[in-house]
């Protein structure tokens, strides 16, 4: 929208400050992905070496008025699924036990949240949203001390790189035999345009 005034430089995955917008064609990508229509993606943080979104950045205050805190929101199915079963198998639990027994763990992880915030409010003023109130000083996730969604924490290292969310890099590794970042796992039917009638 304002990508001459922008001076964010992107480090999430497979994106470039040219390729942060959105899309007709992300919009379409991202509602098939999820399986509703998508509104509200002011971004798009991580992208697939297909050029396909990987995450939506929506504003924190969907246009119906609901307060939306997790800016960073994980769209691709194939990734959803891989962070749902290890949350099936528990890791969150493993991961908030050694918050609470690992303070260098917990400082970057206090750090991580303090990244998400930021990361949002720049989304809000980019998106042109007032302040949100409701979730002030909230993130997502179950940061900053504890790890309830690894869904959260991956969208929000997909979003700004490893390095800055140790749960997010955790669970980006724990999904390899799933998913990982250099090979394209995506439907294709995700691209048809339904007005072209291409549609298999
Ligand atoms: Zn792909």
Redesign the pocket.
Known sequence: MTQNSQEHEPHGFGVSAETLAPTPLDVRVLSRQLGRPVRDVVEIPAR?????PLVAATAPRLANGTPFPTVFYLAHPVITQAASRLEAAGLMYEMTDSVASDPELAAAYEAAHRNYLAERERIRVASGTDPVPEIEGISAGGMPERVKCLHAVLGHTLSVGTGINPFGDQTLRSIRQWWTPEQ???DPSWRDDPAAGNQS
């Open positions: 697939c070496v297909c050029g396909n394209c796992a995506c």
